[in-house]
Each structure stands twice: as C-alpha cells, then as structure tokens.
C-alpha cells in the first residue's frame, strides 16, 4: 500500500454518456450513465415550475455482482438527500417520488413560485484492485429558504464489497499523526493562525479542539476531509474540504 498511493499521487430519462471506460490493474472498468426524472411534460429551459431528480454515477463492470449491487445501493443511499424514509430505496424510485412530492405541492400552493430540483454527481476519485473510492457532490432546492449543497465519500474494496476505513492505509497508532496534519491543512484553508481559537473564529468543536470527521475520500494526491454545511459552522460560514498529502504520512502509509 506504501507504494500504490503515492502512484496514484412522471418523466423518465436514462442517459449513457459517451465516455472511454476507465481501466485498472485488476481490469475493472466503469463508464458514467445519467438518470433522470422530471415533471410530466418535460422541463423547459425558461420555465421555473418544475421538477427534476438527476445523478450522473458510475456503472462498473468486472466487480462481482454482489459487490456491483452493495455499490449501487451505497450510491442510492448517499443521493437520498438524507431522508430516512429513503433508506433501501433506489434512487429511481427516489427520483419519482420526488418530483410527485413536488407536483403535489403545486396542487396545493399553485401560487407559490419557483420549481424544486436534484443534482447529484458521483466521481471516481481512486479506482485500484484495492480501493474504489467516490466523492458524491450533490446540490438540491425543495422549496426551503435556501438551496442546499454537500459532497460525501464511500470507499469500499472492490473484492470483497466491505468498507475501505483509515485503518486499512494506516499502521495502528496513526490517529495523532493524522489529526495533526489535518489541523495543519485546516487552518491553512481558513486563513487561522497556527495559535488562534478556533471556536473564536466562529468553528464550533469540542473544547476548542480540531477534529477529523469521517467524511474523507482517497484522492491521488491525499485523504480528503470534506466538512459539510452546519457541521461545524453556521451556514454563511460554509463547508471546508482539506486535503493531507500522503508524503506528510508517509511514516504512517502500510
């Protein structure tokens, strides 16, 4: 693993885009498909009373089916912009339900303007015999006072389907090393001294301490740590991603 990371450094409308599939050592492959569903009728460009879920997602060949099947379900669930009620559904049945709720709204309120929508993306950061691992940016209005955006992380290990965790890059004991060098990345994206409070600085952790979350994604260059909106701040002060390097751990890298 020391070597292979540093190397790395109702509507309905199913798109397959054009893009050359991936390939990797194990010969695991993926190409992007779109799916998509909106309000009956279509959504013109110039119109705002409307509804459309869309997800543009890998599809993988070369996994086992039952990995390729946990994949898609990980997918499915991270894209249900964390309604509970949505645990185990696809997101196909997601989609629908969402543009009903929202022409059901319109019976209800016609006045009310403004149309809903769903956009979500899922990236192959890192695609190895040992790791997929898959940012997922979404962005989504549902008629709040705001729109909402979050991006989220799922690894897993394409032989066995389990989740892919630090433990699995890091000899035992890395904890300290690792919380250190995201300290040192987070203050360095928000512009804080090395000595400044960070709860004074409108963060919000425990006893004014840094800590990592357990949102992070394996890219090339390093872990990435993505702190979503009111997680650890309010609103205006928005999300902050970090990324440490894999030579700043290296010590640490199995």
């Known amino acids: ?26 010969d695991i492959t993926f190409q992007n498909k779109t799916f998509r569903v909106e309000s009956p009728g279509g959504c013109k460009t110039d119109s705002l009373q409307c509804a459309f879920y869309e997800v543009t997602y890998p599809i993988f060949t070369g996994l ?9 379900r990980d997918i499915d669930r991270t ?3 964390g309604n509970p009620e949505a645990e185990g559904k696809a997101m196909e049945q997601i989609g629908a339900e969402f543009v009903q709720d929202y022409e059901d709204f319109r019976k209800e309120s016609p006045d009310v303007p403004g149309g809903w929508y769903y956009k979500g ?8 015999d040992t790791l997929v691992s898959l940012s997922v940016h979404e962005e989504y209005y549902a008629g709040a006072a705001h729109g909402s955006y979050g991006v989220y992380y799922i ?7 389990a989740e892919f965790t630090l433990d699995h890059l890091l000899r035992h004991g890395y904890q300290e090393a690792l919380v250190k060098a995201g300290e040192k990345a987070f203050r360095h994206v928000r512009n804080l001294a090395d000595t ?3 709860n004074a600085n ?24 993505y702190y979503n909106n009111y997680e650890i701040a309010a609103f205006a002060t928005g999300p ?7 030579e700043e751990i290296r010590d640490w890298l199995k």
Request: charged fraction near 20%.
């Open 121 to 128: 993306h899922v990236t192959v950061e890192t695609l190895i």
């Open 64 to 72: 086992d089916t039952a990995v390729a099947i946990q994949l898609k």
């Open 196 to 198: 400044a409070s960070l």
């Open 155 to 161: 690894n897993v290990n394409p032989r066995t389907g």
């Open 79 to 81: 894209v249900s912009m």
């Open 1 to 26: 693993m020391r070597h292979l990371f540093p190397a790395i450094a109702l509507a309905l409308v199913v798109v397959a885009c054009a893009k050359k599939e991936e390939k990797t050592a194990g």
């Open 202 to 225: 409108y963060f919000e952790f425990a006893d004014d301490k840094f800590q990592l979350n357990q949102n992070y994604g394996f890219k090339k260059e390093g872990i990435a740590f």
């Open 240 to 246: 902050t991603e970090i990324l440490i390097p894999y």
